[in-house]
């Protein structure tokens, strides 16, 4: 039995769309300015990116990450 299979399907009838985002999705390693992924040890509290350049406090950079990747695809569902 998929589960993940069988709400979506649910959803579907509905109306509405189901975001699942991957537990292991990289939220807190990954830019959320230019996606760059580098490895963030659990001590370092600032995520700075070598590529764009962005300094952002880590908590609020993976939260901005998991937005994004629930995006503006979700309706209220109900
Ligand atoms: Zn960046």
Do not use: E
């Not at 760059?36 to 070598?50: A, E, G, I, S, W």
């Not at 995006?71 to 569902?77: D, E, M």
């Amino acid at each position: 039995m998929n589960f993940t299979r069988q709400l979506k399907y649910k959803c579907q009838w509905y109306g509405c769309d189901l975001v699942v985002v991957d537990r292991f999705f990289p939220s807190s390693k990954t830019c959320s300015n230019c996606g760059h992924v580098q490895d963030m040890p659990l001590n370092v509290r600032t995520y700075d990116c070598p590529d764009c350049g962005l300094s952002i406090d880590r908590d609020l950079n993976a939260s901005i990450n998991l937005r994004d990747a629930v995006g503006s695809t979700v309706n209220a569902c109900g």
